[in-house]
């Protein structure tokens, strides 16, 4: 039997995918496991590069970029595993992660996904527990009320700011960097909505997983590196928009079409906001903080503006 199938999700992160890869099965080698890499249309030469380096992986590749979420589903068609593992090709597994989160999933049996601990290439740990997003959280942020009071657990609570990482605990959403799902679940739930490109899809999850009975557990006795960004790093302004249209969709699905309208407001005066600091910056700026300051500001105007 497979115990799990790691399901990674690339696209044109070669040299970080070299190293992830190599993770997995470095650190995974006491149980049965199988690796589905699903390419899409990578151009720097990915799909090769793992066609010359691990042959024992399934590659999918595909002839366009079809998002995250479709991705993924085409690995979990035809994973094979009793858990499910959805992993970015920018992690670095760490002393055997994947067994750790597997152990600790068979002990808490209405667990129906699991998240560990991320943490940058520094040790600094990562944020990677959150609340689901709604209007009140949106309200929140917009007006930079979690950033006044981050140790408060009704101002930090969509992050969770006010929690340290060093205990186990229940959640609403573990990021989709690394997160180890039943297959059974999978099963009666179906899998990741298709209508998210790319961010999003893994909150819903999450909400659909309790809707339908099960928990989701933040684990604190595993660890991976979590470099962060590299696909989004690629076209970061267009990839905000698409993270603010994801929220949107989440939030009417959630609580109604006239939240996602009042959402979409607070998301247009956060915008605004970010141009006008930026923008400030920018004119009494000198240097790498002026070009740096130019940068953030059209990032601001591109995903504001036409909305």
């Known amino acids: 039997m497979i115990e799990v199938s790691v399901i990674i999700v690339s696209w044109n992160t070669k040299e970080i995918l070299r190293q992830c890869l190599a993770s997995v099965y470095r650190e995974t080698n006491d149980i049965a496991l199988e690796l589905i890499l699903v390419d899409n249309a990578s151009t720097d030469g990915s799909a090769e590069m793992v066609l010359q380096e691990f042959p024992q992986a399934i590659l999918i590749r595909n ?6 979420a479709a991705a993924n589903n085409q690995g979990i068609e035809i ?3 009793r858990f499910v593992l959805l992993l970015n ?3 670095v597994v760490l002393d055997h992660a994947i067994q750790k989160t597997i152990a600790f999933a068979d002990q808490h049996p209405h667990a129906g996904a699991v998240g560990i601990r991320n943490t940058h290439a520094n040790g600094q740990l990562q944020k990677n527990c959150f609340r689901y997003a709604s209007l009140l959280n949106l309200s929140i942020s917009t007006f930079g009320l979690h950033r006044l009071f981050p140790k408060s657990e009704f101002f930090g609570r969509e992050r969770m700011l006010w929690w340290d990482y060093t205990d186990n605990r229940k959640v609403d959403v573990v990021a989709g960097c690394f997160m180890l799902v039943r297959k059974e679940v999978i099963d009666k739930i179906g899998g990741l909505d298709e209508a998210y ?8 999850w999450c909400w659909r997983m309790e809707n ?4 989701v557990w933040f684990y604190s006795g595993a660890t991976i590196i979590h470099y962060g960004g590299m696909s989004s790093a690629q076209n970061p302004a267009e990839m905000q928009r698409e993270a603010q249209r994801s929220l949107l969709y989440f939030i009417q699905k959630r609580q109604g079409g ?3 309208v009042v959402s979409r407001g607070l998301l247009m005066l956060s915008g605004g906001f970010r141009v006008i600091y930026w923008g400030c910056r920018w004119v009494g700026a000198r240097g790498d903080v002026r070009e740096l300051s130019a940068k953030k500001f059209r990032q601001a105007m591109v995903a504001t503006v036409g909305r």
Do not use: I
């Not at 002839?63 to 995250?68: H, L, V």
């Open 89 to 91: 090709p920018d992690t």
């Open 79 to 81: 994973a094979k595993g």
């Open 212 to 215: 339908a009975g099960w928990e």
């Open 258 to 260: 006239l939240a996602r």
């Open 197 to 204: 490109f790319m961010y999003g899809e893994e909150m819903d």
């Open 63 to 68: 002839s366009q970029n079809k998002g995250f």
